[in-house]
């Protein structure tokens, strides 16, 4: 029986198995930071590239836990660190085996690895400990060296040389190319120029089929008109060729932490959000641990053990269906790695969840299941259809096999089924008409295409990719669910593309990732990274001092971007503010940009001018 220990304001448990004296003490995140020295907090004062050279001190963080440590290290035999198996749970297992270590140096250390709060794996790992991941920690610990510089020296160099009225102006190496994906998605947005175009729309037959002239779509009105003319000639749509085609949809590759955090933010839970909740998940044994690479489960991961718990759950219908299959074969990502499995449910007994927990274990399980389902199968159609002498196409569908569909379920849009159409029917037509549209602008980023981007780029890690969009939003760089930057983010972001492309780009953050990652596996040294990181920090800063006055200027300015100038006269519903071209020129544009395009400029004595085509000339890029 566990026995909790309160003392001297740190609480552990202890207990006895055989011969052995156990004590269990919890950690919380890490107890040791780095920062700089006392003599080297002075933001104006010290020299940046000095900065970047200086060796960071270690800082204990809880003095009572330390003390703890140091009190208890005397009369322990053995340390087993037990600790998250990542980098950051690596490391801050080493802290703690740091200072027991400053009292004990001959203390025997090993580690217990595991993947899911279950009691079963907890057991095997206590059951099959080995030696603490070394390296795993190193690459940690290079991680918050080259972090900490980076984001001190150009946090102070744009806050204290370029920054207003005590405005705190960060930077860094993922945070920064991160902001430029979403101001860069942004700008195609604003820069895409919409265009009209016709299309001719043909129901014939009860149910109709509906079908849009094959010559469309028309970029002027007079070719619609015309295919309109011809086919206005006919009174039956004679059914040409028919086209039937069978497409397969395989279930989707197992969980990882981008995918899942991807998946999230379409349930409108924000990336930290969602992590919270799976860690809180994870920490109650519910599912496996949230933070991975991983897309292939690996052959020691009990699949129908899992299945078989899952069958005392809502989800019984569908595990009892993949349990009747003599092949059960789960999908694979392009992933494999060798930490932890891709994210799935234990199949533990759960509790009653309510709201984002019930919503983020429901999306874990029924993707878990999925991966282990058949495949889904539709049956496409595509019929030609002339009337008069203008020919049409009608496409259709219909599910034939619903399979892991039944699980994840999606829109099925406005398809009709065409599986009762043949070649050579004759159907009355029903209606005949112009349709104009316009063609619509690419999509702003939302935190799921944001989240696949980082991973496709390499900026972060999995679990730093959700910390930094956090970040963004905290330091008020953008907004909104379809993402945009603020006049404080674009402002700051075109500026560092402008005048230090390489921190605005992914390749230098992506090349300190690979680093990172050949620390993990043995085949570089924290020291390498650290100096590399070193001299690349030097060329961004020599970049940004040597342009210091026009970037000073031009973060100035934004302070004084989406200012109000009144009620926009062409849609009447939008207020013109200050807005600024890829080329630096500043303009008057409307709110509700971009579905009103007005745009004004500002004249000599403040009044607001309209743009003319001399404007758009000296703003093109």
């Known amino acids: 029986m566990a026995k909790k220990v309160r003392a001297d304001g740190v609480s552990y448990f202890t207990f006895s198995t055989g011969d052995l004296e156990v004590i269990v003490l919890p950690l919380a995140g890490h107890i040791v930071e780095l920062d700089y020295p006392d003599t080297h907090r002075d933001w104006a004062r010290v020299d940046l590239m000095t900065l970047i050279d200086t060796e960071p001190e270690r800082r204990e963080t809880g003095p009572a836990l330390h003390s703890t440590l140091r009190r208890l290290a005397p009369s322990v035999d053995e340390v087993i660190l037990a600790t998250d198996y990542d980098r950051e749970g690596e490391l801050i297992g080493i802290e703690a085996l740091e200072t027991i270590t400053s009292v004990r140096a001959d203390v025997a250390v090993r580690r217990a690895r595991f993947s899911a709060m279950t009691p079963w794996e907890i057991r095997h790992s206590f059951e099959a400990l080995s030696e603490p991941d070394w390296n795993l920690a190193r690459a940690a610990a290079a991680r918050q060296k080259i972090d900490l510089a980076w984001g001190a020296v150009l946090t102070r160099f744009l806050t204290v040389r370029c920054g207003f009225d005590g ?19 942004e700008r195609d947005r604003e820069d895409f120029v919409p265009r009209t175009f016709w299309d001719v729309v043909l129901e014939a037959g009860d149910p109709p089929v509906v079908g849009t002239a094959e010559a469309g779509p028309f970029w002027d009105r007079s070719g619609a008109e015309g295919a309109f003319a011809l086919a206005n000639l006919g009174a039956e749509a004679t059914v040409g060729s028919v086209d039937r085609q069978e497409a397969i949809e395989h279930p989707p590759p197992p969980f990882n932490t981008t995918s899942f955090l991807a998946e999230a933010s379409r349930l409108r839970l924000t990336a930290p959000r969602a992590m919270a909740v799976a860690q809180r998940l994870y920490e109650r044994g519910e599912i496996s641990y949230p933070r991975t690479d991983n897309t292939v489960y690996p052959p020691s991961l009990d699949l129908r053990g899992i299945l078989e718990r899952l069958r005392e759950s809502p989800y019984r219908d569908a595990v009892d269906g993949i349990l009747a299959r003599t092949d059960v074969r789960p999908t694979r990502g392009h992933v494999h790695t060798t930490d932890h499995p891709p994210i799935h449910p234990t199949g533990t007994t759960a509790r009653a969840h ?22 889904a199968r539709r049956e496409t159609t595509a019929a030609r259809l002339r009337v008069g002498d203008a020919v049409f196409l009608a496409r259709g569908e219909r599910i034939l096999e619903l399979g892991w569909r039944v699980l994840v379920p999606v829109d099925p849009g406005s398809a009709r089924d065409l599986s009762a159409l043949h070649e050579g029917d004759a159907l009355p037509v029903r209606g005949l008409r112009i349709e104009s549209g316009r063609t619509r602008p690419p999509p702003l980023h939302t935190q799921a295409s944001l989240l696949l981007a980082m991973e496709r780029l390499g900026l972060g890690t999995k679990s730093t990719r959700h910390e930094i969009l956090g970040l963004l939003f905290q330091r008020r760089y953008v907004e909104g669910g379809r993402i945009r930057t603020t006049a404080a983010g674009r402002a700051l972001v075109d500026a560092l593309t402008m005048y230090a492309p390489e921190l605005a780009g992914a390749e230098m953050t992506r090349r300190l990732e690979e680093r990172m990652d050949a620390i993990a596996q043995g085949r570089a040294t924290v020291e390498a990274a650290v100096a590399e990181s070193r001299d690349a920090l030097r060329l961004v800063l020599a970049e940004l001092t040597a342009r210091e006055q026009s970037l000073a200027r031009w973060l100035r300015d934004a302070a004084y971007l989406e200012k109000d100038f009144g009620p926009c006269d062409a849609c009447g519903t939008g207020r013109m503010v200050r807005r600024r071209t890829r080329t630096g020129w500043t303009f008057l544009g409307c709110s509700e940009f971009p579905r009103c395009r007005q745009r004004l400029r500002l004249g000599r004595s403040g009044e607001r001018v309209p743009w003319g085509p001399a404007d758009a000339a000296v703003a093109a890029p």
């Open 167 to 185: 405005q705190l102006l960060s930077a860094g190496r993922v945070q920064t190319p991160t902001l430029a994906l979403v101001a860069e998605m």
């Open 354 to 375: 309510k709201g984002p927990e019930a919503a983020v274990y429901d999306l874990v399980v029924r993707r878990f299941l999925a991966t282990l389902s058949t495949p």
